[in-house]
């Protein structure tokens, strides 16, 4: 069981940057993919970006490729997503993931663990 915990959230303006971090419990942070995942009210919940297990391997959805950077620092048991040049469609609320048999994935469904999310708003 892996328990994962989101922080960094906030109240931005656009153009800004945050930088948002998930904290996971346990010893067995790096046999683990981790993905971030985000959702605007009234819409699913849709992929922003995702890490492999011991990090080589890093990829983005398009909506964010070239401002948000994700990374993990497993001797911390933490991934971070760094998001800059905010925009107001950027508003939603921010999850982590962790999939244990995946290496890559930009499913939900291939996720075991969740976290219970950040709230990230944008202002124009």
Same mark, same amino acid.
């Given at each position: 069981?892996?328990?994962?915990? *989101?922080?960094? !959230? @906030?109240?931005?303006?656009? %153009? +800004?940057?945050?930088?948002?971090?998930?904290?996971?419990? #346990? /010893?067995?942070?790096?046999?683990?993919?981790?993905?971030?995942?985000?959702?605007?009210?009234?819409?699913?919940? *849709?992929?922003? !970006? @995702?890490?492999?297990?011991? %990090? +080589?391997?890093?990829?983005?959805?398009?909506?964010?490729? #070239? /401002?948000?950077?994700?990374?993990?620092?497993?001797?911390?048991?933490?991934?971070?997503?760094?998001?800059?040049?905010?925009?107001?469609?950027?508003?939603?609320?921010?999850?982590?993931?962790?999939?244990?048999?995946?290496?890559?994935?930009? /499913?939900?469904?291939?996720?075991?663990?969740?976290?219970?999310?950040?709230?990230?708003?944008?202002?124009?």
């Amino acid at each position: 069981q892996v328990q994962l915990v *989101e922080s960094g !959230g @906030g109240l931005v303006q656009a %153009g +800004g940057s945050l930088r948002l971090s998930c904290a996971a419990s #346990g /010893r067995t942070f790096s046999t683990y993919a981790m993905g971030w995942f985000r959702q605007a009210p009234g819409k699913e919940r *849709e992929f922003v !970006g @995702g890490i492999s297990k011991i %990090g +080589g391997r890093i990829y983005y959805a398009d909506s964010v490729k #070239g /401002r948000f950077t994700i990374s993990r620092d497993n001797a911390k048991n933490t991934v971070y997503l760094q998001m800059n040049s905010l925009k107001p469609e950027d508003t939603a609320v921010y999850y982590c993931a962790a999939g244990r048999v995946i290496n890559r994935s930009s /499913r939900s469904d291939d996720y075991d663990y969740w976290g219970q999310g950040t709230q990230v708003t944008v202002s124009s």
